[in-house]
T-cell receptor, first 115, second 110 residues
């Protein structure tokens, strides 16, 4: 079974530029998550989708971050414009359902450096 | 989400058992106890989870206290590849999201 795919793996941009990350979850997984992991910290949930609907985006900085999951499969996370503090690893995860005992499967992440 | 408390770091010798503790005194009756680990430069990886009873899988064992206010992840024979940050996380009810703390950094030495 293929895992969660993310691209690109690394991205370096200047502040105020835009950037987009792509995630392809495990086939058939209804729930998709985007996490932000700043160096030395645990991952922080940014947004959670159930199929193509948003379940939780309470920690997403909506003035600059946006995400979509068209057709309930792939997802894109965008930052526009980027700030220095957005430098982090962006992790995508998926789970088969939306329940407390479900296992999340994580992708390798995209490391973003904002200069 | 209920809070968990873990030691910042632990050390183990290779091929010895490792017991990673987690305190969660405010756990509710419907909270699952999850353990994930994160190897260097990788995304988190599921290790094990449980609700009330002890659990075993090919990676580890999870021992849950009778009052559920603490749990212990047991790696039966640590190897160098087990060096990682281990996260103990609670979630419950209808919420599947995970709230990560800073975890325990496990070092394994020869």
């Amino acid at each position: 079974e293929a895992g969660v795919a993310q691209s690109p793996r690394y991205k370096i941009i200047e502040k105020r530029q835009s950037v987009a990350f792509w995630c392809n979850p495990i086939s058939g997984h209804a729930t998709l998550y985007w996490y932000q992991q700043i160096l030395g910290q645990g991952p922080k949930l940014l947004i959670q989708f159930q199929n193509n609907g948003v379940v939780d985006d309470s920690q997403l900085p909506k003035d600059r971050f946006s995400a979509e999951r068209l057709k309930g499969v792939d997802s894109t996370l965008k930052i526009q414009p980027a700030k220095l503090e957005d430098s982090a690893v962006y992790l995508c995860a998926s789970s088969s359902r939306y329940r407390a005992g479900d296992t999340q499967y994580f992708g390798p992440g995209t490391r973003l450096t904002v200069l | 989400d209920a809070k968990t408390t873990q030691p910042n770091s632990m050390e183990s010798n290779e091929e010895e058992p490792v017991h990673l503790p987690c305190n969660h005194s405010t756990i509710s009756g419907t909270d699952y106890i999850h353990w994930y680990r994160q190897l260097p430069s990788q995304g988190p990886e599921y290790v094990i989870h449980g609700l009330t009873s002890n659990v075993n899988n090919r990676m580890a064992s999870l021992a849950i206290a009778e009052d559920r206010k603490s749990s212990t992840l047991i790696l039966h024979r640590a190897t160098l590849r087990d060096a990682a940050v281990y996260y103990c996380i609670l979630n419950g009810g209808t919420a599947s999201k995970l709230t990560f703390g800073t975890g325990t950094r496990l070092q394994v030495t020869l």
